[in-house]
């Protein structure tokens, strides 16, 4: 940031937060330009607007959101979501009321502009309109969260009670229901353990991956191949394997290889799970590297293994370890 706000909740915490920041400023031979303001009642940062009583939009960014014009395609559509999401957390049941957009964008369905999709565009300008303000959090104050569901939508809000007993909004949510193809994506995300959470901070930053993901996000129309490309929790998906990034593919490689399995096994447990280009050239170079691999490779077959099948959906098999009998009876 090349900017700093500094606030306190009287003059005098005011002062003493001042007073910290600029012996830190000296400490660490920070100059700072002769433009600063002081006893602001409010400033505007990163598109709200921020005083006492709360958070606001801005009228700049709500001109954009109501001047938007009507979809004339996909690619739109998904532009105009863009500059809605910025505010979604001021709009109540966003997901519901922009469901019938939301159909318009999922693969092989014709672009249609119908009566619901006009209704669902106004509704969603008018949500951006309203002078909606959301308040500070507070950890003194008790928190409510009140929800909503319907067969498209999830729609939830995280609100303070004040002394007064009345309720203000902290923040609305954009929780669409998932389709089946969704939750098995989301659940092969989170089968990489431990990287999950780095694997969507590094899709951004690689070299790769990072344009593909900016590609996707503004709704860049693929052809081909490509086209199996789609976002998932900050992950890029190639159907229904993983993007890896440069980063962490050795480590994938490695958990892919752990066991020793011949190429042919290790590569088709690859295609149920992750994908990189030239994956397969890499399990290949990684198998023939191999000291154990080589070592081992001429032995004979000393008795032959049975590996499950990966099941096609969650829950199709369901594996009990047990052990027993103990005093008469037998442990799950």
């Not at 993901?213 to 993983?242: P, S």
Request: glycine share 4%; net charge neutral.
């Amino acid at each position: 940031m090349d900017d700093d706000r500094i606030t306190g909740s009287d003059d005098i915490s005011h002062f003493t937060a001042l007073e910290e920041f600029f012996k830190k400023c000296r400490e660490h031979s920070l100059k700072l330009l002769n433009k600063s303001k002081f006893f602001q009642n409010e400033v505007n940062f990163l598109g709200h607007r921020i005083d006492s009583k709360g958070l606001h939009k801005t009228n700049e960014k709500i001109s954009v959101v109501v001047n938007a014009p009507v979809p004339k395609n996909v690619h739109e559509v998904k532009s105009f979501f863009g500059l809605v999401n910025f505010y979604g957390k001021f709009c109540q049941n966003l997901a519901i009321i922009a469901n019938p957009l939301n159909n318009m964008t999922k693969k092989k369905v014709r672009f249609l502009w119908s009566k619901d999709c006009q209704v669902a565009f106004e509704q969603i300008k008018k949500e951006i309109y309203s002078p909606k303000v959301l308040v500070h959090y507070d950890p003194n104050l008790p928190l409510i969260l009140a929800s909503d569901a319907s067969p498209v939508g999830v729609g939830c809000v995280l609100s303070h009670v004040y002394p007064d007993g009345s309720e203000r909004p902290i923040a609305f949510a954009e929780l669409e229901v998932k389709e089946d193809i969704t939750i098995f994506q989301m659940s092969q995300i989170e089968a990489l353990h431990g990287t999950s959470k780095e694997l969507r901070q590094e899709t951004g930053k690689d070299i790769e991956l990072g344009p593909l993901l900016k590609a996707l996000r503004v709704g860049k129309d693929f052809q081909g191949r490509e086209a199996q490309y789609t976002i998932e929790d900050g992950c890029i998906m190639y159907g229904q394997r993983i993007c890896i990034s440069k980063k962490f593919q050795k480590n994938v490689l490695e958990e892919l290889h752990a066991e020793h399995l011949r190429i042919v096994k290790i590569k088709a447990i690859a295609r149920s799970f992750v994908y990189w280009k030239n994956i397969d050239k890499d399990i290949e170079e990684a198998a023939k590297n191999c000291v154990d691999c080589a070592r081992y490779k001429a032995d004979p077959t000393k008795a032959k293994v049975h590996y499950w099948e990966y099941p096609s959906m969650p829950w199709e098999r369901i594996h009990v370890d047990f052990a027993g009998t103990i005093f008469e009876h037998t442990f799950y």
